[in-house]
């Protein structure tokens, strides 16, 4: 497998997913200061020109929430997804898209300081319904599915400690006491060095 990869993107993300696989992989990383992005060579494996991504043989996928996804079911025997046809599954797979799908474009437009003129009209709608969504989506005590670490708290709480590090928006006791527990897992701490440094001096 090879997965291409910058420090500094949400390739963040899925470095982290394959650190907590421990899995064999080759890391390529894509220099956005000289354009490598944008080449033809890798634009051909991602036309948006975007990390990350992973190639394992001939399948080609990309954005965040899939490949934690496809990696989760790739090795079942890592426990980093709950089991095909459980009824866990669905909690799992809300978690792992509505973060992507609906808090991220939230939450970066208001950072941006845009209001959607109709937010019933969006896919994510208004912000104080993503804000209260993200309030009751966050577990009092363990993990975003109870006991079982997986790939949702890998997406769903790592967006949520990218928000927190950059005052995204304002953080309850039970969001930070989760992210906290996110940041305490040696796989985060050997990938997110710069986020680290960010939350540790107050940022």
Known sequence: MKHYFNPMSRAVTT???LKELDVPHEQIIIDFSTGENNSP????INPMGKVPALVDGEIVVTEV???????ADKFPEKQLAPEAGSIARGAYYRYLFITG???EPALSLA???FEHPQPSSAGWGHLSHVLETIETMTPDVGWALGEQFTAADI????????????NLFEVSPKVADYVERIRERPAYRETHGAFINTAESGA
Do not use: S
């Open 15 to 17: 470095d982290w997913m």
């Open 65 to 71: 929430a899939a490949i934690c996804a496809y990696l």
């Open 155 to 166: 997406v769903f709480g790592g967006l949520l400690d990218f928000a927190m590090a950059f």
């Open 101 to 103: 799908n609906t808090i």
């Open 111 to 113: 950072a941006a300081g």
């Open 41 to 44: 060579e890798y634009r051909k």
